[in-house]
């Protein structure tokens, strides 16, 4: 964590705790939580299970802002990793705990890098806010090269005490967050998700989801990942659907889903242009939208008129259009097209 607030260059202060060691990286360390200068902003605790509940509390009393835990072996493991689960909740009070089990989070907007790995982000000045349940997933995530700003990356792990719907409500007050996306295993509160939901919706901020447990195995998976009892595939389809929350099942989906509301918002119609200067891709296009509800409306008559003549009587003008090879080269002809098209 040290390193990454370091490679981040961070402007702030960074106050390691270490019992043994004097430096880690390039700042000084203090031997316990008792010694530091000042109350901490936030707090990144990377040490086992059993003495992470005893600083959390340490750090709850010293009136911290949030502290992220990184240790496992807590619900997840059973009925003493839950009782210790619960310790954790009690202990921690009113300070918001992200986690345990997981790798705490990544504010490109200010330069807070509070994150014990690698990530691939850079700073923004606005863009999605991504929430993950799995740390891994996320941090695959930042190294996105499909153009997507990402402006925090959130892992909660086992939502011990701040869940999922308690973020998203945080973060939609931040004018700098365009849209929302959400890698799921488990729903934190179904009446807050509700809530929050509309309240999303009011704030014109999009909620993309991804959700894990779509199969029997995918369900034993979460719950032995983050105790998470994922719920029947269809039920949460439903509920999302009834949320207007957009609902994906592949990551590459779900990164461009979020581009496309960053870029342009949610769509306000289902209506689609599609231009190629291939017949195959015409075809492939239209064919994908079999199982959706995107639709090719044809164009009026005056753009048809248009196109004939700016293409010629060999092109058959629809939606999808394959405008053919005639015009290649032919910038005039080609800033026509694509203009013409444009005012449908």
């Known amino acids: 964590v040290a390193q990454q607030i370091s490679l981040s260059k961070y402007p702030g202060k960074v106050w390691p705790v270490h019992p043994k060691r004097n430096k880690i990286g390039p700042y000084k360390t203090f031997k316990s939580i008792d010694q530091l200068p000042d109350v901490p902003d936030a707090a990144f605790i990377g040490v086992n299970r059993f003495l992470a509940v005893k600083l959390i509390e340490k750090l709850s009393k010293l009136g911290t802002g949030g502290v992220s835990c990184f240790a496992s072996g807590f619900s997840e493991v059973g009925n003493e990793g839950a009782s210790l ?15 345990p089990n997981c790798y705490g989070f990544l504010n490109y907007l200010d330069n807070v890098i509070m994150w014990p790995d690698q990530h691939g982000g850079s700073l923004v000045k606005s863009g999605v806010a991504i929430i993950a349940q799995s740390s891994n997933i996320a941090i695959n995530l930042t190294m996105q090269k499909r153009a997507v700003p990402i402006a925090y990356i959130f892992t909660i792990g086992n939502q011990a005490q701040t869940g999922l719907s308690d973020i998203i409500l945080n973060l939609l007050t931040d004018s700098r967050v365009t ?22 919706k009011k704030a014109n901020k999009p909620i993309v989801v991804i959700k894990a447990g779509r199969s029997e195995l995918g369900q034993k998976q979460s719950l032995s990942h983050t105790a998470s009892i994922t719920g029947a595939p269809r039920a949460n389809s439903a509920l999302f659907k009834r949320l207007g929350i957009c609902e994906t099942h592949h990551l590459d989906t779900f990164l461009e889903t979020l581009k496309v509301f960053h870029f342009l918002g949610p769509l306000q119609s289902p209506e689609v242009v599609s231009v190629s200067c291939s017949g195959g891709e015409a075809t492939l296009i239209a064919d994908s939208a079999i199982e959706t509800n995107i639709q090719f409306p044809e164009f009026t008559q005056t753009i048809t008129s248009e196109l004939e003549r700016i293409l010629g009587p060999l092109v058959r003008i629809s939606n999808p259009l394959d405008y053919h090879t005639f015009i290649w080269g032919d910038e005039q002809k080609m800033v026509e097209t694509f203009s013409t098209i444009m005012k449908n």
């Open 85 to 99: 689960q619960n310790e954790l909740v009690e202990v921690a009070g009113d300070m918001p705990v992200l986690g």
């Open 179 to 200: 849209a929302i996306g959400l890698h799921l295993e488990a729903i934190d509160d179904i009446g807050k998700f509700e809530s929050m939901s509309r309240i999303a």
